[in-house]
């Protein structure tokens, strides 16, 4: 192979990279161009992603959330149903845009994908039975505190109370009716979780108090792929104008507000990662 041709050779491959490099650096403009968002939701992980079997569609706060955000891009949200190990796979395969499935920020995560501003705080919280006397985190020192194995209740748990006695149980259902039965003196898991499973109860509602504050939070942001700055831009101000707008607190208020089993109220707001963390 002579010199002229290794050099007509380099060149093609150049192009070929460069050409490469700016369809993968253009996400937004081909989503603009086909029209259409495909935003991944859990479809099992009621409130934010479940299936609705009056209607047979996925629904729930993230796929408002998604709504919002194509809105804002001027194109329609089609929404992928995606299990909870493959979330990260799938968008980095390109099987979806954007990701909003209960992304809690993790540094493992971010090597992975971008994050956006966090659009969701789950608070992790400790439930109590009123007749124990329990009133403050503190009071639990000591103390058996139920959760689910596998989840990060055990190390927010074990961080805020470090001589209490973590007991694990293999699902939520359990780890909350042994504080029923008086097995533990506490148990814990998310803020939307213990709400529900306490306001089920119904009359009884009112013998369970949620301690404040809570020992620990997760940020929900939404994924996406990394390298592509002008969608992550674009999300970013999507997710803000949805919060100066009311939306973000309208779409909070319509899944677990007052008027829901939930019963809960708004404390955070949209907001970059990082600063919610420190």
């Given at each position: ?17 460069f050409l490469t490099s700016v369809a993968h650096a253009d996400q937004l403009s081909d989503i603009k161009t086909k ?244």
């Amino acid at each position: 192979m002579n010199d002229k041709t290794k050099k007509l050779i380099t060149a093609v491959a150049s192009c070929a990279f460069f050409l490469t490099s700016v369809a993968h650096a253009d996400q937004l403009s081909d989503i603009k161009t086909k029209g259409s968002l495909t935003c991944g939701v859990l479809d099992i992980f009621e409130p934010f992603g479940f299936t609705d079997i009056s209607t047979r569609t996925v629904t729930g706060y993230d796929v408002d959330v998604c709504s919002g955000i194509a809105k804002r891009l001027g194109v329609k949200a089609e929404i992928k149903p995606v299990a909870d190990a493959a979330r990260i796979p799938e968008l980095q395969q390109g099987h979806m845009d954007i990701l909003a499935a209960g992304l809690a920020y993790t540094p493992q995560r971010a090597a992975q994908i971008d994050y956006s501003d966090s659009y969701y705080t789950s608070n992790n919280v400790l439930a109590v039975k009123v007749s124990r006397g329990y009133t403050k985190v503190d009071d639990l020192a000591g103390k058996r505190v139920s959760f689910v194995k596998g989840t990060i209740s055990e190390p927010f748990i074990r961080e805020a109370l470090p001589t209490a006695k973590p007991v694990g149980y293999e699902d939520i259902s359990t780890a909350f009716t042994v504080l029923v039965q008086n097995k533990v003196d506490a148990f814990s898991t998310s803020e939307e979780a213990t709400q529900k499973l306490i306001n089920r109860l119904g009359a009884d509602a009112s013998k369970y108090a949620v301690l404040n504050p809570p020992i620990g939070h997760e940020f929900w942001s939404i994924g996406v792929r990394k390298g592509e700055p002008a969608m992550l831009e674009a999300v970013n101000g999507a997710l803000r104008d949805m919060e100066s707008s009311g939306e973000m607190q309208a779409i909070f208020d319509k899944w677990l507000g007052a008027g829901t089993l939930y019963k809960m109220s708004r404390s955070f707001k949209v907001q970059p990662v990082n600063s919610q963390k420190n």
